[in-house]
């Protein structure tokens, strides 16, 4: 685990942003390469998020720094923080800060620091290290928390007793990276956090954050083994009374979503919400998504067992899975797969199905003689439904058939 100083220099010439980014640091101010992309370095993994920290205005440099690339430069006013965005490159710039927090759960306010001032702030050992990106320290790693020694025992560690009750998403990250690297929280870091859960730490911080945090858990490819987790630590419990973390429905989800191309994250989410949807509407409010995204999750909770049941019936002809599954969110189809639904049914929907359309409009009903009116709806849904049963093949057998059912409606 432990990388020399020449390794390290090495992995730092090998990232795939290297060949233009260290030529273009040169006669900037000294720019470390700080936080997630230092562990994986250390690690031989491919780092995915650039950030970078200098003690100084970090605009200024952003500025520079996309001049000299050919992109551009996004500052973020809140923490005198920078984007810059040059081709497939983005880099976050930000100068080297110390944090103080007004009330527990809230935003940080920040000061300028040095940089081991900016490592102690940060969230756990294994993310408080820096790598020099240029001049003659290039290559050369700062760690004053001891973050190489835990990654080679594979813990995850807080810096300091206040560190969940500061910023309780952090309860959430823990668990993230224990899963994700296949660490362990060391023996402090989780009294503290099921001290945190117990006494309402995530109750403190926006629903947003939150819904950031669980999702990026949820996305992870150990989902299930991290919903597990929360469940242990009691975390399911604190983001709300309601919520028993099932790690088996979420794992099922998760491989249903494979099946049906749904979001694998908010498959995993609606599971979580499944046993009891509606008295978890609340917490599902409270995380504040889109409200596309809201509306499939929820829908997804409250009907995929219904669907699950009514596809273990009995085989449900090709009209009836329309009247069943039309309108349905693919999380739906998801989770009601992980609950139980015969798998074929739902795959011809999803593959087959639901791309069934019909060649008529109601323009030609039109064109043959009646006036537009509701009963246009009901000829053209009668006409789906003969047409996904194969009682209609071609376009001139639609328009018989629909013409048929508003001759009928007449009668």
């Not at 700080?34 to 003690?55: H, K, N, P, S």
């Not at 309108?327 to 609950?339: C, I, S, T, V």
């Not at 003689?369 to 009901?378: K, N």
Request: charged share 30%; proline share 6%.
């Amino acid at each position: 685990m432990r990388a020399g100083h020449s390794q390290l220099r090495e992995r730092l010439r090998a990232l795939p942003p290297a060949r233009r980014l260290l030529p273009a640091l040169e006669g900037l101010p000294p720019t470390y390469l700080v936080g997630g992309a230092v562990r994986d370095l250390l690690r031989d993994q491919r780092a995915v998020d650039l950030d970078l920290a200098m003690e100084g205005d970090a605009v200024p440099v952003a500025q520079e720094l996309a001049r000299r690339l050919g992109g551009q430069a996004v500052r973020h006013e809140r923490f005198g923080t920078a984007t810059v965005v040059a081709g497939e490159m983005t880099l976050d710039l930000a100068q080297t800060r110390r944090e103080r927090y007004e009330r527990p759960g809230a935003l940080p306010t920040v000061a300028p620091a040095s940089l081991e001032a900016d490592l102690a702030r940060r969230d756990f050992a294994i993310n408080a290290m820096a790598v020099a990106l240029s001049g003659d320290a290039f290559g050369r790693l700062h760690d004053p928390l001891g973050g190489m020694e835990d990654l080679a025992r594979g813990v995850v560690r807080v810096l300091h007793e206040q560190s969940f009750i500061d910023d309780p998403t952090r309860l959430l990250r823990a668990v993230r990276y224990e899963t994700r690297l296949d660490f362990a929280l060391d023996a402090d870091t989780e009294r503290l956090a099921r001290a945190a859960a117990r006494t309402g730490a995530l109750a403190t911080v926006s629903g947003a954050r939150v819904r950031d945090e669980l999702l990026d858990l949820l996305a992870e490819e150990e989902a299930a083994r991290a919903v597990a987790r929360l469940g242990a630590l009691r975390l399911d419990r604190a983001l709300d009374p309601a919520l028993a973390a099932d790690a088996e429905l979420v794992a099922s989800a998760e491989l249903g979503a494979i099946e049906t191309g749904a979001d694998r994250a908010l498959s995993g989410l609606a599971a979580l919400l499944a046993p009891d949807p509606l008295a978890l509407i609340p917490f599902l409010d409270r995380l504040a998504l889109p409200a596309p995204r809201r509306s499939a999750v929820a829908r997804a909770a409250g009907d995929a067992a219904t669907i699950a049941r009514r596809l273990r019936s009995r085989p449900a002809r090709p009209s009836e899975l329309h009247e069943l599954l039309s309108g349905e969110p693919p999380e739906a189809l998801a989770l009601a797969l992980a609950l139980g639904a015969a798998p074929a049914p739902i795959m011809d929907w999803t593959v087959r199905l639901c791309h069934v359309r019909l060649a008529i409009t109601g323009d030609d009903l039109v064109a043959a003689g009646f006036e537009p009116s509701p009963a246009f709806g009901r000829a053209l849904e009668e006409t789906l439904r003969r047409k996904l049963d194969g009682e209609v093949e071609d376009r001139a057998a639609e328009l018989c058939a629909a013409l048929e059912v508003l001759r009928e409606g007449e009668a």
